[in-house]
């Protein structure tokens, strides 16, 4: 283990003595920005972006080329000192594109969001139980929790 970075999610510490503190710093704090921010403009993306706005994410993908190569599933975020990255852990989420779906890291690659089919077949119909599963399904689409079917 590193021991000038923290364990969790491995952000810069200072040393006793070290010269230009404020770059270790201002390096950590950019990653807590990227991770705060918690939301990516894509997922599986392999070739970087030629115009990156300042806090855009993306969830690299299985084979990066250019300046994200050797990081895949790493997320990539843009700053105004360049690109950061960061290694994803088990649990850890992000809210993708417009939709803001929720994808999840699973300790060996993303997850997106479950599809949840309508309720239909069975021998007894119950129209307002479906309504209410609808109405459940259409609230964590909503959220990003699950994806539409």
């Known amino acids: 283990m590193d021991p000038y970075l923290t364990a969790n999610i491995a952000l810069p510490l200072l040393a006793v003595g070290q010269a230009q503190k404020e770059a270790t710093h201002n390096g950590a704090l950019a990653l807590i920005d990227l991770l705060l921010a918690a939301r990516a403009v894509d997922v599986g993306v392999n070739t970087p972006p030629t115009t990156p706005q300042p806090g855009q994410c993306w969830i690299i993908g299985a084979?990066?080329?250019?300046?994200?190569?050797?990081?895949?599933?790493?997320?990539?975020?843009?700053?105004?000192?360049?690109?950061?990255?960061?290694?994803?852990?088990?649990?850890?989420?992000?809210?993708?594109?417009?939709?803001?779906?929720?994808?999840?890291?699973?300790?060996?690659?993303?997850?997106?969001?479950?599809?949840?089919?309508?309720?239909?077949?069975?021998?007894?119909?119950?129209?307002?139980?479906?309504?209410?599963?609808?109405?459940?399904?259409?609230?964590?689409?909503?959220?990003?929790?699950?994806?539409?079917?």
């Open 63 to 149: 084979a990066p080329t250019g300046d994200w190569t050797g990081r895949a599933g790493q997320i990539a975020g843009w700053t105004d000192g360049g690109w950061r990255f960061i290694s994803p852990w088990a649990g850890l989420g992000l809210r993708v594109g417009a939709a803001l779906s929720l994808y999840r890291h699973n300790g060996i690659q993303w997850v997106p969001p479950a599809a949840s089919a309508a309720p239909s077949g069975g021998t007894v119909i119950d129209s307002q139980a479906r309504i209410a599963i609808a109405t459940i399904s259409a609230a964590l689409v909503a959220h990003g929790l699950l994806s539409a079917a």
